[in-house]
């Protein structure tokens, strides 16, 4: 079982480690402030005060054990780019940071993180797609120009088969799953028929999927 270290417990770093142990990992939480890390202990398996910048203190909590390294500093680029490369230094086989801007995104690349997040970016996009449409559910973006969604059927998909749909030739966009109720369909048939209320997760260029919304 992957075991993760998160370094900054504000309010990002905290909902991360809160939500990694839920799930059933094991998550040590780092932060140089002691509140901090008195109001995250109980909620995680470890929890310790260092500053992210402290190598010495790093080597000896034994980061470089842990799978996955996620550095949630946000206010503090030092601290944040320090972070990530002593991690990364250190041996953790992925690093994954949070970055304030572009340019500090690409500095973290640049020494080595893995994937870099920006979290209140990707939210805002998240709620502005729901807002412009009400069937769309969530969004996921994996590359500059294309994203994964969730949408609901649309009324007059139900009972049509994909074939029937042509989702790929009226919109540009492919359909990975659909979701019915509990059920969750992997591997969709063209044959396959659209239930009223079903999620469909579809993968396309921005464009196309801004025009699958607007409709």
Same mark, same amino acid.
């Not at 480690?17 to 002691?34: E, M, N, Q, S």
């Not at 000896?60 to 680029?77: K, L, M, P």
């Not at 997040?117 to 969004?139: K, Q």
């Given at each position: 079982m992957k075991q993760f270290v998160v370094i900054g417990c504000g309010r990002f770093g905290s909902s991360v480690a809160k939500t990694l142990c839920k799930l059933g990992y094991d998550v040590l939480a780092i932060d140089k402030d002691p509140d901090k890390v008195q109001e995250i202990? %109980?909620?995680?398996?470890?929890? #310790?005060? @260092?500053? &992210?910048?402290?190598?010495n203190a790093l080597r000896t909590i034994g980061i470089r054990n842990f799978d996955v390294a996620v550095v949630t500093i946000g206010s503090d680029i030092q601290s944040s780019i320090m972070g990530t490369l002593l991690a990364? %230094?250190?041996?953790?086989?992925? #690093?994954? @940071?949070? &970055?304030q801007n572009e340019l500090h995104a690409k500095v973290l690349y640049k020494i080595g993180a893995?994937?870099?997040?920006?979290p209140e970016r990707d939210m805002g996009i998240r709620v502005a797609h729901n807002l412009v449409s009400?069937?769309?559910?969530?969004?996921i973006e994996f590359a500059p120009d294309y994203s994964i969604i969730e949408v609901v059927a649309k009324d007059d998909w139900?009972?049509?088969?994909?074939?029937?749909?042509?989702?790929?030739s009226i919109y540009g966009v492919n359909v990975m799953a659909i979701?019915?109720?509990?059920d969750l369909n992997i591997s969709p048939y063209a044959e396959d028929v659209i239930k009223k209320g079903d999620t469909l997760i579809v993968i396309g260029d921005n464009a196309s999927l801004k025009k699958l919304e607007q409709e």
């Amino acid at each position: 079982m992957k075991q993760f270290v998160v370094i900054g417990c504000g309010r990002f770093g905290s909902s991360v480690a809160k939500t990694l142990c839920k799930l059933g990992y094991d998550v040590l939480a780092i932060d140089k402030d002691p509140d901090k890390v008195q109001e995250i202990a %109980e909620f995680v398996t470890h929890a #310790v005060q @260092a500053d &992210a910048i402290d190598e010495n203190a790093l080597r000896t909590i034994g980061i470089r054990n842990f799978d996955v390294a996620v550095v949630t500093i946000g206010s503090d680029i030092q601290s944040s780019i320090m972070g990530t490369l002593l991690a990364k %230094e250190m041996g953790i086989k992925k #690093v994954v @940071a949070k &970055a304030q801007n572009e340019l500090h995104a690409k500095v973290l690349y640049k020494i080595g993180a893995h994937k870099v997040i920006f979290p209140e970016r990707d939210m805002g996009i998240r709620v502005a797609h729901n807002l412009v449409s009400s069937n769309i559910l969530d969004v996921i973006e994996f590359a500059p120009d294309y994203s994964i969604i969730e949408v609901v059927a649309k009324d007059d998909w139900t009972d049509k088969t994909l074939r029937e749909l042509k989702l790929p030739s009226i919109y540009g966009v492919n359909v990975m799953a659909i979701k019915t109720g509990d059920d969750l369909n992997i591997s969709p048939y063209a044959e396959d028929v659209i239930k009223k209320g079903d999620t469909l997760i579809v993968i396309g260029d921005n464009a196309s999927l801004k025009k699958l919304e607007q409709e």
